[in-house]
């Protein structure tokens, strides 16, 4: 006998609740619904071009550099604008900081106190958790706290102000780095990397790196002495390793611009099939926006590209919608998207492997946001290098703003993201924006697809249905702008999950 339950997943931006259908303590289906209806999409309407980068930012307080990145790059596109190198190094130099920030904040702070559960207290490595991963008490938690705060300030150095900054215009940014500032942003990232060579690796990031394979992970990790080989023996465990693969397609934009080549990205952008094992070119005329199960209104009963996209808000909870999420295809199949996906299109040696051998899951999705951190923080201190070489360099380029069409992709934290802008007479006539979440935690699709989230909770085991950790696992690894809170609703009990 079946039996429905909700998971409610409290966010920065609003509510994200989970269905479940559970038959035999086993989950035989489930829905991701989009509990909350912003509406930046037609705020944006009838708006000058220009307001963009002071609207759109306010809409992530998590990502809000990436959003400004993303919106400032569509304008860009539209009037075919190029900024000079060294504003590509700072506008680089804040998207890595935050989301170096953001890796280690949902790391420790979000996913590795749900690990001192006491479900887990008789397994063995059980007290090295505790006291490395606590909430408010562990080493490591009270650790990212300090450095995470630390990092961030690098986008204040160069923005003025972190979340919400408005420094990156058309045409470069409008802060002067100078050498002082470059000298305290790279104080610093050697802090950041000292903190994660010493309490997290174990190892110094040259010996890490050197870490390509699956078998060399395990060899180094069974005797490691760092909180992320903690983690992953733990993660193994607990068999994290085994659930919540989800869909076969890996997407990236590819991540910050190439200041010597801006047609070129820093980390390859496209389509991994981890199927086929196979990579492909990224090509957005394929991306479309299905809302064939939201809760949006359209004549056009095909899905449509994003320029072409509307967002007509039609609530209807009798109907078969159940999301104000849209659901993002990629010629027609569902996608994941975020840290682990970036890496495997960037072709990252060791995830390639671990992604090969043991196939998508939980344990490997949250690895990827320690194994990024070690990429970003070496990419991180090349940028402020690059920029203290060229320190005299001018940061901005004037020319006009023209009317059209304009693409802003970028790689936020939590995965791809992507602007589009129409813009007549300077004025906004159309915005869509498709967050990580959106392609993450979308409903289902005119096709019946389920979304990633939504086939990655298929066939988990819940032995204990009024605490579903292996639910709380699985999503959490996405990251979908949750904060700590979990609540399960039914038989008229509530159940609080997770951190507080």
Request: glycine content about 8%; aromatic content about 8%; hydrophobic content about 35%.
């Amino acid at each position: 006998m079946s039996r429905r339950v909700k998971v409610q997943l409290n966010r920065v931006e609003g509510d994200l609740e989970l269905e479940l259908e559970v038959e035999q303590g086993v989950v035989t289906n489930a829905w991701c619904i989009g509990t909350m209806y912003r509406g930046f999409e037609q705020i944006l309407i009838g708006r000058a071009a220009m307001d963009s980068l002071a609207i759109t930012p306010r809409i992530c307080g998590i990502c809000s550099t990436a959003h400004l990145y993303a919106s400032v790059l569509a304008l860009e596109s539209m009037s075919q604008i190029t900024p000079p190198p060294n504003a590509i190094r700072v506008r680089n130099i804040c998207l890595l900081a935050e989301e170096i920030q953001s890796d280690c904040r949902q790391t420790f702070l979000m996913f590795t106190p749900d690990l001192c559960h006491p479900g887990y207290s008789n397994l063995k490595l059980y007290s090295q958790i505790k006291d490395q991963f606590e909430d408010m008490s562990g080493s490591i938690y009270q650790d990212a706290v300090r450095f995470s705060r630390d990092i961030i300030e690098i986008v204040a150095i160069f923005g003025g102000q972190w979340p919400h900054s408005s420094y990156m215009v058309p045409g470069g940014v409008t802060s002067l780095p100078d050498t002082n500032k470059v000298i305290s942003a790279l104080s610093v990232v050697d802090n950041y990397i000292n903190w994660l060579e010493t309490k997290v690796l174990g190892v110094s990031i040259d010996h890490w790196n050197q870490i390509d394979s699956l078998e060399k992970l395990n060899e180094l990790t069974e005797t490691g002495k760092g909180a992320a080989s903690l983690f992953y023996q733990f993660g193994k465990n607990i068999a994290l390793n085994q659930i919540g693969g989800g869909c076969k397609l890996l997407m990236s934009y590819g991540s910050l611009i190439d200041p010597d080549n801006p047609e070129d990205t820093l980390r390859n952008r496209g389509i991994y099939d981890a199927t086929t094992q196979s990579f492909e070119p990224l090509d957005q005329e394929q991306i479309t926006e299905d809302i064939s199960y939201s809760w949006y209104h359209d004549d056009q009963a095909a899905p449509r590209h994003p320029h072409d996209g509307l967002t007509q808000p039609k609530y209807d909870p009798d109907s078969k919608r159940y999301s104000w999420a849209k659901a993002p295809r990629y010629k027609d199949k569902v996608v994941q998207t975020g840290p682990l996906a970036q890496l495997i299109l960037d072709k990252d040696a060791l995830l390639l492997d671990m992604l090969e051998k043991q196939g998508g899951n939980t344990l490997l999705r949250q690895f990827a946001r320690i194994q990024r951190q070690v990429r970003s923080i070496a990419l991180l201190k090349e940028q402020l290098n690059g920029l203290l070489q060229n320190i005299t360099e001018p940061t901005m380029t004037h020319q006009p703003l023209l009317d059209g069409e304009g693409i802003g992709m970028i790689e936020a934290a939590r995965g791809s993201l992507g602007h589009w802008v129409k813009v007549e007479n300077g004025t906004i006539s159309g915005y869509q924006v498709i967050t990580p979440t959106a392609w993450n935690a979308s409903p289902r699709d005119q096709n019946q697809q389920p979304g990633h989230i939504e086939s990655s909770l298929i066939g988990i085991d819940i032995p204990d249905i009024d605490d579903p950790l292996s639910v709380g696992h699985v999503v959490r690894s996405h990251d979908p702008c949750l904060v700590c809170t979990v609540h399960l609703l039914g038989s008229n009990k509530k159940h609080r999950y997770g951190v507080i």
